[in-house]
């Protein structure tokens, strides 16, 4: 396993890194699942970035990521990517998940951010197949950390035991 990735079964809300990222909605107004559980921790200076973004760009295109503060949470910033809903062209949703991680990493090279920690975008309402997202998910951020050493760390939260399954034994932690 890269040592520079991490996997843990937990609440993105409550990780310690310089960004977390949020599996958003293009409105960027927060939603169910990840996205409304950072949007109620980190209260409404995220929202309030969230607003101003909308205001000047017209919200987040999928597979494209923006970032703002990170209000009350642990961490400095929140990247928030629009992973793709599993529908209809297959290869182009796999393709449009993998630019959501790697838009958010680009983004957090750009901010000089060391420590991001990822949750398995696309994966909830979104319907993406768990385990090819998280083979995109894995690949995605290998690739790009091959290409670029400035961050330190990536973590994968997994909130759920089945998904934590999925990356151990892709990130051979089994």
Do not use: W
Request: aromatic letters at 6%.
């Amino acid at each position: 396993m890269n040592s520079k990735l991490k996997l843990v079964k937990g609440d993105i809300t409550k990780i310690e890194a310089d960004a977390i990222v949020n599996a958003a909605n293009s409105s960027l107004l927060g939603g169910g699942g990840v996205d409304g559980a950072i949007h109620r921790a980190g209260g409404q200076a995220i929202l309030d970035d969230c607003i101003a973004i909308r205001n000047r760009q017209g919200g987040c295109k999928t597979g494209e990521a923006v970032i703002t503060t990170a209000g009350k949470l642990p961490a400095k910033y929140v990247i928030h990517t629009v992973g793709p809903v599993y529908n209809g062209n297959k290869a182009e949703k796999e393709q449009l998940l993998a630019n959501a991680y790697s838009n958010s990493l680009k983004l957090a090279v750009e901010h000089d951010i060391k420590t991001i920690a990822f949750p398995n975008i696309s994966t909830g309402v979104y319907h993406f197949p768990k385990p090819r997202a998280a083979q995109i998910a894995v690949a995605t951020v290998q690739d790009f950390l091959k290409q670029n050493n400035s961050i330190m760390q990536v973590t994968f939260v997994c909130f759920d035991d089945e998904n934590y399954s999925l990356y151990a034994d892709l990130l051979q932690l089994t």
